[in-house]
């Protein structure tokens, strides 16, 4: 077992996925130690980093529990179940391999989980829910998942319009904030006029400690900084143009903002490198003519600095930056239901513990 320095064994075992890496485990205490060890998980997390994934959540019966399939860029295409939480639920949010998924029996009841690991935890209900609800459905307008590997935490972020309990919608934004090292739900309220489409609540994006949203209308982003419990917007680049046409989306590039814009026969994607200046940068200008048949239903959903997944009706491809080519990575054979793009998250493995 000595052939080979320990490093260079820790460099080939963070390369494996979640499920046989934990059985790399009982092939000899030290590989259980080396696996075990907080290095090595930091190690394999920022190796995850550079493969992003898409997770799409299956349709079934109403009764069956919920399926989710994940195309990974270098491993294909697999099942992940979430049956371990013994509950009808759908994903709300994802973020750094955890996803935030809600009982669809149960309304209020919120789960977090390493779909990966199997690890989950119960969130504790907020007592704010049996006085006051969320306008117009009694849900969330805005879920979003924060998850700091660095500091081993994370945060779960409801928010929406209010209407006290036997009166009518005042306008007042709730927004509620459940924090992992308490355990606890925090609230603090606002006065807002923002609306948002489900692609954008979907698009949810963690980073520099608050989360981001992109308006309905493409006017700005609604960013909730977590530290100081504050809302905040930042603006788009001056050459993003909305309408007619053109469409933009916010998504994760290696840890910094990035917004795509999609039209007829381009993709253009400014990446926001200097955060606190808000200054954006074009990385590049991508031509759709040899996919010009699926531009108008096409949608991206996950990206780092060399690749991007974007997902139509019934397939989900994949383009390299660097060779400029595209590849489908997975394709839906029978009718389904509703378009992948409906219910598909950025994702990428890791062995963060949400429990």
């Given amino acids: 077992m000595g052939i080979f320095p320990d490093e260079v064994i820790l460099q080939i075992l963070a390369r494996l996925p979640v499920k046989p890496l934990f059985k790399t485990k009982?092939?000899?205490?030290?590989w259980?130690?080396?696996?075990?060890?907080?290095?090595?998980?930091k190690l394999y997390n920022e190796v995850s980093a550079k493969n992003p994934m898409v997770l799409i959540?299956?349709?079934?019966?109403?009764?069956?529990r919920s399926s989710l399939v994940c195309v990974d860029n270098l491993r294909g295409v697999s099942e992940v179940s979430l049956d371990f939480l013994k509950d009808r639920v759908k994903v709300r949010a994802s973020c750094n391999g955890l996803l935030c998924c809600s009982s669809i029996?149960?309304?209020?009841?919120?789960?977090?989980?390493?779909?990966?690991t199997r690890d989950f935890k119960l969130?504790?209900?907020?007592?704010?829910?049996?006085?006051?609800?969320?306008?117009p459905d009694g849900e969330a307008t805005l879920v979003g998942l924060a998850c700091d590997v660095s500091k081993n935490k994370f945060n779960v972020v409801l928010a929406g319009y209010h209407r006290t309990f036997g009166h009518r919608p005042d306008g007042t934004f709730i927004c509620l904030i459940f924090d992992s090292d308490s355990n606890k739900w925090k609230k603090f309220?606002?006065?807002r006029d923002d609306h948002f489409t489900h692609m954008n609540k979907n698009q949810v994006v963690f980073v520099n400690g608050a989360l981001h949203w992109l308006t309905g209308s493409c006017s700005y982003i609604l960013a909730l900084d977590l530290d100081y419990d504050v809302w905040r917007k930042i603006s788009l680049p001056d050459e993003v143009s909305y309408g007619t046409g053109n469409r933009v989306y916010l998504l994760?590039?290696?840890?910094?903002?990035?917004?795509?814009?999609?039209?007829?026969?381009?993709?253009?994607i400014w990446v926001m490198k200097d955060y606190e200046k808000e200054v954006w940068y074009m990385v590049d200008r991508v031509s759709l003519r040899c996919i010009r048949g699926l531009v108008p239903g096409i949608f991206p959903i996950a990206q780092t600095g060399e690749c991007i997944f974007l997902a139509t009706h019934k397939q989900v491809l994949v383009y390299h930056q660097k060779s400029r080519v595209w590849k489908e990575m997975y394709s839906v054979k029978n009718s389904?239901?509703?378009p992948l793009w409906f219910s598909a998250y950025a994702f990428r493995s890791t062995i963060f513990p949400s429990d």
């Avoid at 959540?57 to 069956?64: H, L, R, V």
């Avoid at 029996?105 to 990966?116: A, H, S």
């Avoid at 969130?123 to 306008?135: D, G, S």
């Fill in 32 to 41: 259980y130690r080396l696996v075990s060890d907080k290095y090595f998980i």
């Fill in 26 to 30: 009982t092939v000899c205490k030290l």
């Fill in 252 to 268: 994760d590039s290696d840890g910094c903002l990035s917004l795509i814009q999609i039209s007829d026969a381009w993709m253009n």
């Fill in 57 to 64: 959540e299956t349709s079934g019966s109403p009764e069956s």
């Fill in 123 to 135: 969130l504790p209900r907020c007592r704010e829910r049996p006085v006051t609800r969320f306008y």
């Fill in 189 to 191: 309220v606002s006065h």
């Fill in 105 to 116: 029996p149960d309304k209020g009841v919120y789960y977090v989980c390493n779909p990966m």
């Fill in 336 to 338: 389904a239901s509703l």
